[in-house]
DNA sequence: CCAAAATGATCGATTTTATCGATTAAAATA
DNA sequence: TATTTTAATCGATAAAATCGATCATTTTGG
């Protein structure tokens, strides 16, 4: 039988990788110094190999098979850390740490109302949140840096489970005094032809109004305000309420009341493709997938 | 910090999960039955969950969490096993044991010739092999009971990785006073319309000779002659021999004297598709995987 | 239905291992 | 060059894993 590194050890590997430091690796992992530092040379006599170069002085730099048993390392830890996980979930749903990722746009508008809702339904979840664009977020869960996710559909998170709960379709905003504010409906075909306010790019929104307009990612809107793209939904209204463009707005963030104080003018647009979809993603095979489905009615009650 | 399971905790809860048994399940871990019970018991508090089924009397009966505990364990525990295995294989390669799953209709041909090649160039691999069908030894690849497997391709072995090595073209065979002896190029079709003697289902190689007749795996042959069905390429060839139909035989059988002694005429069969691929499979990820590859050159030597 | 065998849990003793705090030697920095 | 930073080392101590023996049930055979 082959000798196994034991799960701290990997954790020491682990927390040096991050920190590139024995000190501080060792306050992340609540030891010494010379208790990560006597684990990580067990490890290289364990597995006879030399994980670290320590020619290059006293610097932390790996060799090329220890970057490789670094990765090994992360996967292995997860799958160990799935055990325990799977124990609590069949013992109670949703009670302790939680850590939660949420998008930009989503984050300031849902979670005043979901908390409460969270809070009073599982009393005893313990919620980590953290908010980021939806390629970061999704790399830290996939990393297990996070547990779940809430973010909108369509978007590009390969490597996750995602799970659609409730449709979120967008308005078009404009001054109560813009010719289009005469419409009820606007059609996607003129909201094309506006100069169209966006996020920045990064944030998944931007490209999902492109798409509600019928313009390609990446197709530049024919205001040409890339210069001006807004960093958050709350600048964006208050551009299109300067009268910079037309603007479009998810009915989350209109609720939430985004558009309180401007003359801003709300009109739904025609067809079925001006929304996203609110939903959560998770790490495939993650023992709490159960769980976090259950979340899902709270979600909808929110949105 | 959730507080995890140790390897050898894991381990314990495999080998009693595989032997159901308390006394043989530490005599396989090489340990007492006392050290085995209190690991287990102690891998309990620490999830705080039962594995076992207590009431069951002093039967081993697990709890559903439990079996679900199983899985992740034999999951981990592969994880776990991969770091020391990289380790190995930076430090040597193809040295040490390697459990290798082979066809029966490729192992006692291609073995024997394949086997002084391989102990002449890796003189310290220690090689353990078992025959069966493909999906036995997939899933036993799947499953961690063996490193590598020689196979023929296609053939159904989702969730491994495959890597094709040399061609291994059908020779139809048939009495020497037979009609189709006759021709010096057998086309597919006319194949099609013989007697045709097959393996009994289970073997690749039947589908693929089938194929190769372009026949749809399942579709009965034309003889009816199924109940007959031979349990090795040896069994086919005499049966063939016996004026009982004709039979497609690979060439790598051929060469190893499959036919010697009978009146059987080979012929080639036309077209393009009247052959199988030897190759590998293993398991993703696994770290052995360059070494493995190197394996090919010895491969297509012997074939 | 009862006695004998088998089985898993428990106990105390022993060995092994992990961790800490202090110290040292080597590098990096100023 | 002097000083600080950094990782390795050492000795002591606390924690754990494992063993052998034993106990309490359960299963099996007559």
Same mark, same amino acid.
């Given at each position: 039988m082959i000798a196994l590194p034991s799960p701290q050890q990997l954790r020491f590997l682990l927390a040096l990788a991050e920190h590139g430091h024995f000190g501080r690796a060792a306050d992340a992992c609540a030891v010494t110094q010379s208790t990560l530092s006597a684990g990580l040379l067990a490890l290289e006599r364990l597995l006879d190999a030399r994980i670290l170069d320590r020619a290059a002085g006293k610097r932390v730099v790996f060799t090329p098979l220890g970057l490789d048993l670094v990765g090994r390392a992360r996967t292995a830890l997860m799958a160990l850390t799935a055990i325990p996980e799977a124990a609590n979930a069949a013992r109670a749903t949703l009670t302790g740490p939680l850590r939660l990722g949420v998008i930009p746009t989503i984050g300031p508008f849902l979670l005043p109302r979901l908390m409460p809702a969270l809070r009073e339904a599982f009393p005893d979840l313990r919620l980590f949140i953290r908010e980021d664009l939806t390629d970061r977020i999704t790399a830290q869960l996939l990393d297990g840096k996070l547990d779940l996710i809430l973010l909108a559909l369509? %978007?590009? %998170?390969?490597?996750a489970d995602t799970f659609a709960v409730t449709r979120d379709p967008f308005f078009a905003a404009m001054p109560q005094d813009h010719p289009l504010a005469l419409l009820d409906i606007i059609p996607p075909a003129t909201l094309a032809m506006q100069k169209l306010l966006l996020l920045e790019d990064g944030h998944c929104l931007r490209d999902q109004a492109l798409s509600a307009c019928g313009l390609a990612r990446g197709e530049s809107p024919p205001g040409g305000l890339d210069d001006f793209a807004a960093t958050s939904l709350h600048t964006l209204a208050q551009m299109a309420a300067g009268g910079l463009g037309v603007t479009l707005l998810p009915r989350i963030a209109i609720d939430a009341g985004v558009t309180a104080g401007t003359n801003l003018a709300l009109r739904p647009i025609g067809g079925e493709g001006a929304s996203r979809t609110l939903g959560f993603a998770w790490r495939p095979n993650t023992p709490r997938a159960a769980e976090y489905r259950s979340l899902a009615p709270l979600l909808a009650a929110a949105g």
């Open positions: 369509p %978007c590009t %998170c390969a490597g």
